[in-house]
């Protein structure tokens, strides 16, 4: 089956710095690739997804980039705020295959 | 919307005992899934439920888990004889049908002694 990695189980900035988080993936019939965010002492919420059928999606802060040939995704935040701390978590499912494969997860601080 | 519901949120059992957890997915979600969170593990999937139908059961294990949809409103994960080893947080999460944005529920928190 897939098998998504998070190298970086801790990652720590600066408010108002960029953060990156990168994720690999095994298969290459993997064609949806999500994140999600956990804030401390809550459950899982979808932020931002793309699909194999292009490299780059914005949504305001966030932007995801995949890299198909290296079989590697990230998420890209701008401007980071104290409330973009939590863990987040990418994930990876193939086509006609709903179930998603998450990777361990990253924990994101932003320092005041 | 009250979201996805799971219950209990907390759950303590003594070894070898059953437990039985609760999940409602949100109303008109005709995908359901489990997932279980450890810090060693991370987040695995379990099973998955399609229009109340399973689906693929292909990350449960074998012997003492099952998991039922006897109607569109609610789900059960059941663990015969609970292990220590079972100690995690139980998420379930509902969707239109798809891996798309997947709700999550608050999550069971099973702790077995």
């Known amino acids: 089956g897939e098998k998504v990695e998070q190298h970086q189980s801790t990652l720590s900035v600066r408010e108002g710095d960029s953060a990156v988080i990168n994720c690999t993936y095994t298969?290459?019939?993997?064609?949806?690739f999500p994140w999600y965010k956990q804030e401390a002492g809550k459950s899982l919420h979808f932020v931002i997804d793309i699909r194999s059928n292009v490299d780059r999606k914005q949504s305001q802060r966030l932007t995801v980039l995949l890299d198909k040939k290296a079989k590697r995704f990230s998420l890209h935040i701008t401007a980071t705020q104290p409330e973009d701390s939590a863990i987040y978590f990418c994930?990876?499912?193939?086509?006609?295959?709903?179930?998603?494969?998450f990777g361990s997860g990253t924990k994101l601080t932003v320092e005041p | 919307n009250a979201g996805v519901i799971q219950t209990p949120r907390h759950k303590v059992t003594g070894k070898g005992q059953e437990a039985t957890l609760w999940c409602e997915p949100i109303s008109g979600h005709s995908a359901v899934f489990w997932y279980r969170q450890t810090i060693v593990q991370g987040l695995e999937f379990l099973t998955y439920f399609r229009n109340q139908a399973p689906i693929d059961d292909s990350g449960m294990p074998k012997e003492r888990f099952s998991a039922q949809m006897p109607n569109q409103s609610h789900s059960t994960l059941k663990i015969q004889s609970t292990q220590p080893q079972d100690s995690a947080v139980y998420l379930c999460?509902?969707?239109?049908?798809?891996?798309?944005?997947?709700?999550f529920g608050s999550g069971t928190r099973l702790t077995v002694l």
């Open positions: 298969d290459t019939a993997s064609s949806y």
């Open positions: 999460a509902s969707s239109l049908g798809g891996a798309e944005t997947l709700y």
């Open positions: 994930a990876a499912s193939m086509p006609n295959y709903n179930v998603l494969y």
